[in-house]
């Protein structure tokens, strides 16, 4: 790793910072003035471990013969992504708002608490050591983004399909990002060279909308003044994407069938067939098979659709790639806006895992952009949130990391079903459905009924850490329900801080259970929860586990 460069005019401080990164097994190289960097940086050589670069970059702010603020605004030129910290005895407002402004990753006011000062270079080394992937990955935008089971086999899915134009029908929530895979399979088909044609029948009149599909004569109705091509023509040897197909209006359905049938259409007012070479991908957010059922939706068009059912998976079912996306949407804001990209910190990355996002993707972009404009700092803290987000119910599959995801608005046939599947065949890269929907809790996962004997006992749910409910001699309860029942309870006794309370009590039986398992490896406890190394120090600091521990 490359060492952590600390300049300080106080030697005091250099030494202190020194022996206490050396215990981390961090690496140093101090300079007492802004001129020695500045030179040590010009002489780095990428590659040669004798003169790389700084990992981070600690300054203070005020020293002889130069300002760490000036010192950081030519760091920043020179390497944009570096991570710097700047330390400073005059704790002002007009200080700590200049740092920010500048770039720095924080502001470390003397004096500091030591081991506060080593967690938080740390933390910029992680930021330091994710931003050189970064860099590495983001040679080209990727197309898609996500690391959770269930979009790895939506990628599997694209590259089966990569060799075929066979139809293809995509269903998910809306933001999901359906579009975006009707993208991604025609850029890895046969017909990645022609054209890629979207239209949302949804967002179409009924009355304007076969034109658009399939174009109108000249003089076939009030208007038509020339001769107009339709979106089928202009899609001809590529791709035309339907969107929202649920809502395309029943007459036009036919039409839509006798070109899937027969390869060919008539322009609107036309008498002479048009051949068509277009490979069909449709999405829509709607059950049809309850579509058909209730005569709003041709049978034989469904099935002249479903040659291939994907599956999209909701956001909130795969909550593990909010970090990803996040950094992702940041990036891409700051480009669209010309500003500096901001860091998210820990806390507020982590109430982002566990809010639902009833808009999916599309949602967590516009909170993106959002705080990209509106966070004060360059670091995204937990209050810098828009409302909706610190305000929203948490997602329950957040809470755990690996926990089953809550059950999306998806149709239910989709539900029961496979990620993908091959028409009336056998369903391929099958993903079971273990979870009902909660008709009381839209959204909300029920627990589900175990086979094994004392599942869900009492005293399981005691040592939970939740009171058990009187109802807990009944049929079997999950934590999700003692967990209301807990709730019901205190705000019933008007008891301040609920929240507050049964997240300490979540929180800290969480990290005590990962630790027992661990034999007290905090390392190796927080990778098996899915957090961070910082994110489990502070959270013991927090709850007060060590003095617990102590006791």
């Keep these: ?82 991570p710097v910290i700047i330390m400073t005895a005059y704790s002002d407002l007009d200080s700590a708002v200049s740092a920010f402004q500048r770039g720095a990753f924080e502001y470390l006011p003397k004096p500091f608490d030591l081991p506060k000062a080593v967690e938080l270079i740390r933390r910029a080394v992680e930021e330091s050591q994710r931003e050189e992937v970064t860099e590495e990955r983001q040679t080209a935008t990727p197309e898609m983004l996500g690391q959770a089971p269930a979009m790895q086999d939506v990628f599997r899915a694209i590259g089966r399909l990569s060799q075929s134009l066979v139809t293809v029908l995509i269903t998910g929530e809306s933001g999901s990002g359906k579009e975006l895979v009707a993208r991604a399979l025609h850029k890895h088909s046969p017909c990645a060279d022609g054209p890629f044609v979207a239209i949302n029948t949804a967002a179409i009149p009924k009355d304007l909308l076969e034109s658009e599909l399939f174009g109108h004569e000249r003089g076939a109705f009030t208007g038509a003044q020339t001769q107009r091509r339709g979106r089928f023509e202009q899609a001809e040897g590529g791709t035309l994407f339907l969107d929202e197909i649920g809502d395309m209006p029943f007459d036009l359905q036919t039409r839509l069938l006798r070109v899937l049938s027969d390869g060919q259409f008539y322009r609107v007012g036309g008498h002479a067939a048009v051949k068509s070479n277009v490979r069909v991908i449709a999405a829509t957010h709607q059950n049809l098979e309850q579509r058909v059922k209730e005569g709003n939706f041709r049978e034989d068009l469904f099935h002249r659709l479903n040659v291939i059912r994907l599956r999209l998976p909701a956001l909130r079912e795969r909550h593990a790639d909010v970090p990803m996306l996040t950094r992702h949407f940041l990036q891409q804001s700051a480009r669209q806006l010309g500003v500096e990209p901001k860091r998210i910190s820990d806390a507020a990355l982590q109430r982002l895992e566990q809010f639902p996002f009833p808009g999916n993707v599309r949602q967590l972009e516009n909170i993106c952009h ?54 009336h065949a056998e369903p391929a890269l099958v993903v079971p459905s273990s979870h009902a929907a909660d008709p009381h809790t839209p959204g909300l996962p029920v627990a589900p009924v175990h086979a094994s004997p004392g599942a869900h006992r009492a005293d399981d749910l005691s040592s939970a850490g939740y009171a058990v409910p009187a109802v807990a001699a009944g049929p079997a309860m999950g934590w999700e329900q003692s967990l209301e029942c807990d709730a019901q309870k205190l705000l019933a006794t008007g008891q301040p801080d609920v929240w507050d309370t049964l997240t300490r009590r979540f929180e800290s039986r969480l990290i005590r259970t990962a630790l027992a398992a661990t034999h007290g490896r905090r390392m190796e406890a927080a990778q098996r929860l899915g957090i961070g190394r910082n994110t489990i120090t502070r959270k013991i600091q927090e709850l007060g586990l060590d003095a617990a521990d102590e006791a």
């Design 370 to 423: 959002w705080l990209t404009v509106m966070a004060p700092a360059q670091v995204i803290s937990l209050q810098d949130l828009p409302p909706e987000v610190l305000e929203a119910p948490v997602n329950p599959a957040a809470l755990v990391q690996g926990a089953p995801a809550a059950p999306s608005a998806v149709p239910a046939a989709d539900m029961a079903s496979s990620q993908v599947t091959f028409g």
């Design 1 to 82: 790793m490359k060492p952590i460069w600390l300049v300080d005019d106080d030697p005091s401080i250099r030494f202190v910072l020194e022996k206490a990164l050396a215990r981390e097994n961090l690496p140093t190289r101090s300079f007492t003035q802004p001129r020695e960097v500045l030179d040590a940086l010009a002489d780095v050589v990428p590659g040669d471990p004798a003169r790389q670069g700084p990992q981070v970059l600690v300054s203070d702010i005020r020293m002889p013969g130069g300002s760490g603020l000036q010192l950081l605004e030519k760091v920043r030129e020179l390497q944009p992504g570096l």
